[in-house]
């Protein structure tokens, strides 16, 4: 006899392990897809012959793509009044999916011999494409987050799980991927992927199925909606966005961890290519930082309900500031010992990053409710997508940043991991440089400018509630 689903006060499935799991699965899904951006520059650079700056500067121009992109798909999302079987946020997740299986693949063909224009054009194509249907199926993912419960423990979760699904796809990806492309002289294997690409996809689409069929919408709150309201002005939206102090919060944490990540990108792949002369162990070491994330996630909902959201991720980016401050004047020699400490650093950077990575989206969450709370209009869509522009601003600025600065220091792309010593040095304290960077920035987006501490947030969400039990009565 098929187990009977138990139903909250309002008829939905009640919140539960299926919405953490499915949720989790669309950010694994996004990040077998993104986790190959972490490879374009050394793809391009070393396996394609680009010129570092060029490749740089294509990066930049590739920027402009989502300024329009990232806004364009959010403001579509938002004006859509079209009726869909599983709602619009999932309808353009669909879609999306399906372009991303072969998305990423177009970003890494594999023509090292290709005249130099051709290159140029094979790279602003793939870019460009595989920008367009990641947006269309990211940005509505992450405006789903506040729609499947309003519960700010459950919200917490949520984050969480979402956290944990981009993490596990990371691990998994960071282990495997360096292995398969590095040979053992650490010279890299470019042609491999384009496969890799092909089948990151495939798993991709997967998990994007599992999340539109395993989460449910249970917030029906649409003030757009009402034939009273006013219709949807995209100008508008972007100035309510840029007076949301919570979004603005938000968003510059989490640029600046990216900066951090993959502005310290190309640095970190020659350290391990020249520096410790062990490219195929980068992959374990991000696996290693990573895992003190999952420390947190049992826990989230209680330390959210205890101290609050702002409160506990800014005690964790104290822990990263401090850390990074270690790797930047500990000595971390090229042997053993060297890599012992960068790691316990690393280590400690992941500890502080875990519990502002598992409330990090539902700081989102909070500020989209923010937006309705202060401007009388939600904007999931404009919000979110100008969210993610803003994170993959970081994200592709941020290697750009990173390339010019080592190349400006001496770091040959032609050399591979034969850079000379000095120069290999040099890219061991790019690495904490831009790590400790981005953590200051992180520190200060988290405590300075997201403006809902515990206190506050629980005023907005009793008004928020007020309104919508008034408005439904």
């Not at 199926?137 to 799980?161: C, F």
């Not at 409710?369 to 009388?376: A, I």
Request: charged fraction near 15%; include cysteine; proline fraction near 3%.
């Amino acid at each position: 006899m098929a187990k009977t689903a138990v139903l909250d006060e309002h008829g939905y499935r009640k919140f539960g392990m299926l919405d953490k799991l499915s949720y989790a699965a669309g950010d694994f899904a996004c990040n077998m897809s993104f986790a190959l951006k972490g490879y374009m520059m050394i793809y391009w650079t070393q396996f394609m012959g680009l010129d570092s700056y060029v490749y740089a500067g294509l990066l930049v121009l590739c920027q402009v793509w989502d300024a329009i992109n990232d806004p364009l798909v959010g403001a579509i999302v938002d004006a859509d009044r079209h009726k869909y079987k599983r709602g619009k946020f999932k309808a353009y997740i669909f879609a999306g999916s399906i372009g991303l299986i072969v998305a990423g693949a177009l970003c890494f063909m594999p023509f090292p011999n290709a005249p130099r224009m051709v290159k140029n054009i094979l790279f602003v194509v793939g870019y460009v494409f595989w920008d367009a249907f990641y947006t269309v199926a990211n940005v509505p993912y992450g405006s789903m987050l506040p729609l499947i419960t309003e519960d700010a423990g459950e919200r917490a979760q949520l984050s969480s799980w979402r956290s944990a699904g981009s993490m596990i796809a990371g691990i998994a990806t960071g282990v495997m991927i360096p292995v398969m492309i590095y040979d053992a002289s650490n010279a890299l294997r470019g042609e491999m992927l384009w496969v890799i690409a092909l089948v990151m996809g495939c798993f991709g689409f997967a998990g994007f199925q599992l999340l539109i069929r395993g989460t449910t919408q249970r917030v029906n709150v649409d003030v757009q909606a009402r034939e009273d309201a006013p219709k949807f002005n995209v100008i508008t939206a972007v100035k309510n966005f840029c007076r949301n102090r919570p979004a603005l919060g938000a968003t510059l944490a989490a640029c600046s961890m990216f900066l951090g990540m993959y502005g310290a990108g190309t640095a970190s792949t020659v350290m391990f290519q020249a520096y410790f002369k062990n490219a195929r162990i980068s992959g374990v070491m991000q696996m290693v930082t990573m895992l003190p994330m999952f420390l947190f996630m049992p826990f989230i909902a209680k330390i959210v309900r205890r101290w609050g959201k702002q409160e506990a991720a800014s005690f964790g980016a104290i822990f990263s500031v401090a850390a990074c401050v270690l790797m930047l004047v500990l000595p971390i020699t090229p042997d053993g010992k060297g890599l012992v400490i960068y790691l316990v650093c690393q280590i400690i950077n992941g500890v502080g990053m875990g519990c502002y990575t598992c409330v990090s989206y539902s700081m989102m969450a909070d500020a989209i409710d923010y937006n309705e709370w202060k401007f009388g209009t939600r904007e999931e869509g404009t919000i979110y997508s100008l969210h993610s522009f803003c994170r993959k601003l970081a994200q592709g600025v941020g290697p750009s940043i990173g390339l010019v600065v080592a190349t400006a220091m001496g770091y040959v792309a032609d050399l591979g991991p034969e850079q000379p010593a000095e120069i290999a040095l040099k890219m061991r304290y790019l690495v904490a440089a831009m790590y400790l960077l981005s953590a200051v920035l992180e520190f200060v987006g988290i405590r300075f400018v997201f403006n809902l501490d515990k206190k506050t947030l629980g005023q907005m969400n009793e008004e928020l509630d007020a309104r919508r039990s008034a408005a439904q009565g």
